[in-house]
Structure formats: C-alpha cells, structure tokens
C-alpha cells in the first residue's frame, strides 16, 4: 500500500485498454512514469468465442465472460492498483457532433455545456449519456466542444460484463477514439498538423475517422469493406473458405489448387474493390463537410490493415499516400512484450484501439 502511495504521488500509474471485437479481445498494459514516459508493460488476446457478440450485441455472455477471465487472468498475476478502460464500437450507435455554448463569467460551464447540447435531436433523448470534450474557449465566454452520446442500454451491458467478470471498469471509450489517441499520442511532431484518415478495416465492421490538426474531426461507419467482405469475395472467385483466406492473407504466395499466382492476385484485387469503395465513400463525406480538403494520408489499422497488398492498391486507386498505423513502433515496450525485435507490424495495427485505451491516465 505505501508503495502505491508513493507511485500516485510521483504521478506513477498503469493503465490496461480492454479492446473486444467480433473477431478477438486485445489487452494492453502501459506503464505511466514520471515526466510523460510511458512504456508497454503487456499486450495479448483471445478469441472472441462464436456467436458471442452479433452486430455489436453480446450474445452469449457466459462464453464472452470466460474468454475475457482468460485473457485477463493469463496477462495480469495483480490489477488491483490498475485502471481498466474498456472499448464499445463506434457502430453501436455512438452520436457525435460540435457545439458552442454560451458560459458567462462564474457560470457552470459542465452544466451550460450539457444543456445546450440536450437542446438540439438527437442529444435530447432521455436514453443515452452525454460527454464532451472542451475544444477551444473564447474571450466572451464562447465554449466550443465535440459532444459525445451513448446509447444507456450498450454501456449498461459493456459495464455488467465486467462487473460481473470481477473486474472494475474505470472508464469506457469509444474503440474508434483509442486509434484516434493511439495517433496523436505517437505521431511525430512535424506530422500532427496534417489531415489524415484512419482506416480501422475489422472483421465484421470498419470505420474511418479524420484527425485535422491533431484532433478528432468525424468518424463513418462503413457499410461495406470488412475482413468478411474481403473474405466473401475471395470465397466466390476461387472457391477457399474463411481459414484459407486468412492463410492467404499470412502468406500470399499460398498455392491455390486450380489456380495460378496472376488469378490469385487477380482476384485478391476484386476484392480490395468495395474496401477502396468504402474509404472513397468516407474521404467524399469528409470532403463535403470541409470545402473539398483531402486527408494527406490513409493510415490502416485493425486485422485487416496488414492484408498483402492493400495498402499499395489504396494508394493507386484514391491518389493518396497511404501507410499503416504501426503505433508500437514509436512507443517503448518492456522487453517481455515481444523481445528486441519489437511488435510485429501485423499485431501493431490488431491492438491500436486497446493501446489508445491504455495510453490514458487517471
């Protein structure tokens, strides 16, 4: 206990992002040290069990609970001195949009803030929970903000799992947030003032989210453009299943009987059609919102951003630079993380959502 003491005092705290998908649950644990130093103490996962979450909605939450008991309990010998923050997909229903209130001089800025927000739809429903986030402030009391909304009944069920998992949930975010913080908290100075979008490709949803000057703008979820719709695609043209896929995914020179290298690939670039469609889709939103302005740069995230071959085809067919995110690689990791070779680019982009998690202090 005094020793936990004298970590508070000095600033000292360790955080664990909680990241869980359709496909897998990632867990993250940072160190943070005095002066802003932050390291990588963990990161692992499990498989998300079958059926367990549809469409953003637990399922199954006996086989969920006991995947997430697993992951934790396997990663983490002690968490009672850690904050926990867990991640809901910004696909279930997360509202966002701008305000400005009006606070005089000695007013309540949360309260006048909150309330000038529950003045215009959707944020006037009696069913979600409202955050915000102070963007600027101006000399007559003018507060601008990004005003958050949540849905009670998915946070309720977010928070339950945990609780009743045996576990204190300090906080819950927004996974596309996390790939937002995991950027601007490892980016380079000379970058952050570009406009970029954040391609989180998953595997049953993707979304895009645009940073303007090192802060969040907007974010779409795509309708088309997932791992499963990539996956769908190859399965018609050469006839492989889901398992196969993803052996052609680790290994693209994989040999598919009845079918040379050029089909292969062939076909993998039919498939790559409807995820540049989708992010096409989301630049054009984006576009219309700020006076024709592109992002400079498409950063891939997610299981999918490591797809062979995506990333170059992104670039040819949209005109912009593209690369992956890979935030691991411009924050320090405990050598038990994954040895002096760091964290492979693959697994960098799985867990950006769950690092931007852990990348915060309470």
Known sequence: ?????????????????????????????V????????????????????????????????????????????????????????SVNWSAGILVDKSTAKVPKNG???????????????????????????????DAGEVKSLVVAAKNTVLESKARLFVDSGYRLDAIDVDVFGVANAYVSTV????????????????????????VGGKFHSARTLTSGSMETVEAMLSRHLGIDALKCHELF???????????????????????????NSVEFGIRYFSTSESGEKPARILLCGGGASLPGLCDYLKQ??????????????????????????????LSNLYAPALG??????
């Open 108 to 138: 309540n800025e949360d309260a006048i803030i909150v309330q000038t927000a529950q003045t215009k739809p959707p944020f006037d429903d009696q069913d979600i929970v409202l955050d915000y986030q102070v963007v600027s402030r101006g």
């Open 250 to 276: 680790e290994k693209p020179d994989t040999n598919i009987d009845g079918f040379s290298v050029a089909e292969v690939e062939s076909a993998m670039q039919l498939a790559f059609e409807e995820v540049v």
């Open 357 to 362: 998690l852990a990348l915060r202090k309470f």
């Open 1 to 29: 206990m005094g020793l936990d003491i004298i970590a508070r005092i000095r600033g000292e705290r360790q955080t664990i992002g909680v990241d869980i998908g359709h496909f897998s649950i990632k867990v993250v644990r």
């Open 31 to 86: 160190h943070h040290g005095r002066g802003g130093f932050r390291r990588v103490m963990n990161i692992d996962l499990e498989r998300t069990p079958d059926g367990a979450i549809v469409d953003n909605e637990v399922k199954d939450e006996p086989k969920l609970k006991e995947a997430l008991i697993r992951v934790m309990t396997r990663s983490f010998a002690d968490i009672s001195k850690d904050d926990i923050v867990a």
């Open 188 to 211: 380079s100075e000379e970058q952050l003032g570009e406009t970029v979008a954040l391609f989180n490709l998953g595997e049953k949803k993707s979304t895009i989210a645009f940073i």
């Open 317 to 346: 067919k949209t005109d912009i630079e593209c690369a992956t995110l890979n935030p691991f690689a411009r924050i320090p990791c405990d050598p038990i993380v994954a040895g002096t070779a760091g964290v492979p680019e693959a």
